[in-house]
Structures are given as C-alpha cells and as structure tokens.
T-cell receptor, first 106, second 115 residues
Framework: GIQVEQSPPDLILQEGANSTLRCNFSDSVNNLQWFHQNPWGQLINLFYIPSGTKQNGRLSATTVATERYSLLYISSSQTTDSGVYFCAYNTDKLIFGTGTRLQVFP | EPEVTQTPSHQVTQMGQEVILRCVPISNHLYFYWYRQILGQKVEFLVSFYNNEISEKSEIFDDQFSVERPDGSNFTLKIRSTKLEDSAMYFC?????????????FGQGTRLTVV
C-alpha cells in the first residue's frame, strides 16, 4: 500500500519564526490534503492540493506530484498554530501520514 | 458553511457494552467514512460507505463493527461489545465525489473511552 511519511516528527518554535513541514509519498501524488489537528482533537482542513502552490494567509502549501512530496510553510508562527499537522494521500480513501507535532512558544 | 457533525463529543462506556456513534454528513455528499485515532497516533481508516453499502474496510473493522445509514441524513458506527483497546477518537468524514478525488471533510470527532 501507499506509504506517507512526514518530517520532522516534532518541531518547537518561538513565536514569529517560520517553518517548513514535509510530506513524502511512496507513489506519485494524485491528490492530497493537509490538516491541522488542534489541541481539542479536531481535524481542520488546511489545503486540498493536487499540484502547484496554494496560499491561505500565513500558510502555504506546495505539491510536486512527480517528485512525490508536498511542503507546508508556516510563516510568522503564532501560539495558536500549535498542534499536529497531517498530510493525507487522497485516493478512494485518505491515507494519513504520521504527523508533525508543532509547539509554538511565546 | 456546510459541515459534518458528530454526536456525542465524548462517550464513556463499560467494557462489553454496545456503543453507537452518530454522524450527519454534508447533505449533498455521497461517500462516507469512519476513521479512528488512538491517542498520540495517526489517523487510521476503518470503513468507507457508498450507495448504502460498504465499499472498503480495513483489518481493524472486524465483526464487532458495523455501519448503517438508517435514514437520509445519519450515518452510524456501532461497536457491539467494546474492548479497552477501542478507546480512541472516532472521526466521520464525507466527500461529494470519488472518481474526482474531491476534498474530504471531517467531523469534530467522538472521543470514546472504554473502562
């Protein structure tokens, strides 16, 4: 089956710093989604991005389908960005990665 | 904005009891899913459902689990005889189309604790 790996597994930042989260796939990317799981456990849709780049405020995502990876950029991080970030390979079902746990301190 | 809603948000049950987790998918969506997340781990696929039948199920989805769409709006997950290891967050998801791999939307989850 398709493998989805995320790096780094943990990330600690000070408020205001920028970060890049990576998602690698074992097969060519057809479509994928990025989620933020907040401290209450809710999965919040961030991006639905088969290829190219999308931006939403301080967040942006880039998928390079042929290279089998996607990147999530967080600029000027805030404490509310803390949580776990998941990417998911989108096929007949979503196959989730292992997640990156982000902690942002003031 | 349309959203997937799940009830209850928390449920505590005794081992061996039956539980039913409820979901109301987005109204024009056709494909429905249940996922599970054990504390601190990744989100795992349980089952997909389309046209009133199971499309695919994972190894986790054994005979203790069942799903149903009893009416035009609800989608339920039943665990017949809960075990301690069933303690997890359960997420319902829906999407409009499958072939187009459209965006999937998740409910806020039901945290199940088996004691």
């Amino acid at each position: 089956g398709i493998q989805v790996e995320q790096s780094p597994p943990d990330l600690i930042l000070q408020e205001g710093a920028n970060s890049t989260l990576r998602c690698n796939f074992s097969d060519s990317v057809n479509n994928l989604q990025w989620f933020h799981q907040n401290p209450w456990g809710q999965l919040i849709n961030l991006f639905y991005i088969p290829s190219g780049t999308k931006q939403n405020g301080r967040l942006s995502a880039t998928t390079v389908a042929t290279e089998r990876y996607s990147l999530l950029y967080i600029s000027s991080s805030q404490t509310t960005d803390s949580g776990v970030y998941f990417c998911a390979y989108n096929t007949d079902k979503l196959i989730f990665g292992t997640g990156t746990r982000l902690q942002v301190f003031p | 904005e349309p959203e997937v809603t799940q009830t209850p948000s928390h449920q505590v049950t005794q081992m061996g009891q039956e539980v039913i987790l409820r979901c109301v998918p987005i109204s024009n969506h056709l494909y429905f899913y249940w996922y599970r997340q054990i504390l601190g781990q990744k989100v795992e696929f349980l089952v997909s459902f389309y046209n009133n039948e199971i499309s695919e199920k994972s190894e986790i989805f054994d005979d203790q689990f069942s799903v149903e769409r009893p009416d035009g709006s609800n989608f339920t997950l039943k665990i017949r005889s809960t075990k301690l290891e069933d303690s997890a967050m359960y997420f319902c998801a829906s999407r409009a189309h499958l072939i187009l791999n459209t965006e999937a939307f998740f409910g806020q989850g039901t945290r199940l604790t088996v004691v």
